[in-house]
């Protein structure tokens, strides 16, 4: 134990005057102020510590709280049908039918994930899974959502190793499945990378779970891995700022994990669960011991006394402000009754996890947190927790937008014959962010659990969740930066648009939304401008397809010095399918049948994975949304999934209808003649427009011939576009994709193309 002696209430009293370093730990001089206004004296160093992590961005959305109020005013009754849980709780919760709830929620590691590629990705994963447990749920499936710098830049092979080593390492050995996500090269992330994770859990509905601390006289008890100096200061100094190009790397500030002392935990948990040995419970994540205790008296409806010399330590020199502002992993608070203490002591006991009594339940009001003898913190847990600083920043449309939406795709050359418009599929598909992504997934288990109906490389990530009536859920996460660049009011709402197709391809049907919305500094007028278009967009569109936003989170400040990621709202839509039996595949296995294109193809090139791929361009407008056609889109994908009278459907997004076409050859390695002449007479295009123009709510499907009538019918009376445009056709080395009259790959080079971008970049991986 740390042999100094602690800045006690009392010797605040009486150093009114004493000089405190607010500004390292991430605070204004404003906010500064504003404790000791609060606190009608200065803080202690403690409570300084305590205020400077729950009042930083990461923890406070003090910069985005402001907007996100839409997401829970924008709200109807259809909305709050499924909806048990929302917005304000570790992670938001469903009902999913047969008495079976399911909570999910994305979030971000980033700025750790560039400091320490392994470990920041490795607890990333383990700080989301825990928001998971702490609902009250088993979690089932993990997903990931990556952006790197430049595919060659010398550092980003450091960073892609060690975040996706991170990330296969710390969910591979909870025994959690990798079922989906995205990967995306671009500049612009080089210097800050996001690493974005999706966690599922299911529990039966009176298994839920929430954050709170009620009771006179219950006992507050830290169970888990000891505390550390690893973390310390993450969410105010790591999460809360910009990287300097010139400022010192920030090591101690990244958490270090354990992940089977993590898969402990989550078996731990669950029994005392199920033993119902638990009042109230909250993960440990970003502000450590000052997170969990202020959270959960605030939730409560009392105060707490905590003796913080009860926390076990794995470094005794820790002084009281580390031990509060420590994020080691691997963590739990749990309020528990004192007549089922030893109950719950015994079951902590059986799993080897260490535990320690730190406090209880009080009827003050207040937090109390006391060491050595004297008391370091008597705060009211609200101003901690929930009333902190909400800022009004300024926000400002980017002057240089309106050159850039000007600077449309239309002027690019484009394609004079076959052999060209060959050429450039082969460009595309080989592009960093076309190309397959297998050497990452291969690096996941996605099939571990016994459970997964879909993944890679599907539309959608599928598991099941009752063995016995098959009733599952299926999940997609999506996001445009470029779009978003261009447009981030319609990247926001095109990110949910591609997410909710997905899942609709896939036979389940779009419920609920999470999402995690990445920017720039908050400090900079333009990027609040983004921000607050993302909400307004993303908020719009949930209200009119009627799916809730039941939690997520808010990374800001990812920028180097002045140049700021583009706006990359991440966004994971969760959809529930009654039986995964009915599953849809993203590529088609048998010859003989019949492909549709649904919906309509516009010439919308402005953003898309073409100009990108082909020409280094990005400028214009990106494709117009339109959610009544996706809502209409979805319901006949469910529809001819639930008839049995689709075998195969994949969205239309990057890369468009040329881009999926490669996609489904290649699932299964059937092979396709394929004809877009009547295609570009009927939308007025050329075709260069009709294969790579990234238009919405459109869809691929392969249809069995004796099922033709009924899907056409089922398409009319739907009000859904629909042509045919080919059959599948050809397996084995003889195998291609032909488009008529332009041109012929055969798949051996599509797949060569397709498989090698991030190999070669990478290296092979063991066994390939």
Known sequence: ???????????????????????????????????????????????????????????????????????????????????????????????????????????????????????????????????????????????????????????????????????????????????????????????????????????????????????????????????????????????????????????????????????????????????????????????????????????????????????????????AEEILMSESQERMMAVVTPEKLDAFLAVTQKWEVETSVIGEVTDTGRLVINWQGGEIVNVDPRTVAVTGPVYDRPAARPAWLNAVQADSATKLARPQNGAELREQLLQILGHPNQACPAWITNQYDSYVLGNTALTFPDSAGMVRVDESSGLGVACSTDANGRYSYLDPYAGAQLALAEAYRNVAASGAVPTAVTDCLNLGSPEDPNVMWQFAQTVEGLSDACLELAVPVTGGNVSLYNQTDQTPIHPTPVVGVLGIIDDVARRVPSGWQDQGENLYLLGVTKDELDGSAWADAVHNHLGGTPPKVDLAAESQLAGLLHSASVNGIISAATDLSEGGLAQALAEGVLRFGVGARVWISELTQRDGIDVTAALFSESQARALVAVPREENVKFQGLCNGRGVSVLRIGVTDGTGKNAVLEVQDQFTIPLTELKNTHSRTLPTQFGSLVGE
């Open 1 to 319: 134990m740390s042999t100094l002696l602690p800045d006690t209430v009392a010797n605040a009293i009486a150093t009114p005057d004493k000089t405190q370093p607010y500004d390292q730990l991430g605070l204004t001089l404003d906010e500064y102020n504003k404790i000791r206004e609060i606190l009608g004296r200065r803080p202690t160093s403690g409570e300084l510590a305590m205020y400077s992590v729950m009042w930083s961005e990461h923890c406070s959305y003090k910069s985005s709280k402001k907007y996100l109020r839409q997401f829970g005013q924008k709200v109807t009754d259809k909305m709050r049908e499924r909806l048990m849980v929302g917005m304000g709780e570790n992670a938001g919760v469903i009902d999913i039918g047969e008495n079976w709830a399911v909570t999910f929620k994305v979030e971000s590691h980033n700025h750790p994930s560039y400091i320490e590629p392994f470990q920041g990705a490795a607890t990333g994963v383990g700080g989301i899974v825990r928001d998971i447990i702490s609902m009250g749920a088993r979690p089932v499936a993990v997903m990931d959502q990556l952006r790197f710098g430049k595919i060659d830049d010398p550092d980003t092979a450091r960073v892609v190793h060690g975040v996706v080593s991170g990330i296969s390492s710390y969910a591979n050995c909870l025994g959690l499945p990798n079922i989906g996500g995205e990967t995306v090269f671009d500049s612009v992330y080089q210097k800050n990378p996001l690493v974005n994770v999706l966690a599922i859990g299911v529990m039966k509905h009176q298994d839920i779970r929430l954050a709170n601390a009620s009771g006179t006289g219950n006992k507050v008890v830290l169970f888990g891995a000891r505390t550390g100096g690893d973390g310390i200061g993450g969410a105010s100094i790591l999460a809360s700022d910009s990287f300097d190009s010139a400022g010192p790397v920030k090591r101690p500030a990244v958490q270090v994990g354990d992940p089977f002392a993590e898969k402990l935990l989550i078996e731990c948990c669950l029994e005392l669960y199920r033993a119902k040995l638990v009042e109230g419970i909250q993960d440990l994540g970003a502000a450590g011991i000052s997170c969990a205790t202020s959270e959960l008296a605030a939730n409560g409806d009392g105060g707490m006394l905590i003796e913080l010399d009860n926390v076990l330590l794995r470094d005794p020199s820790l002084t």
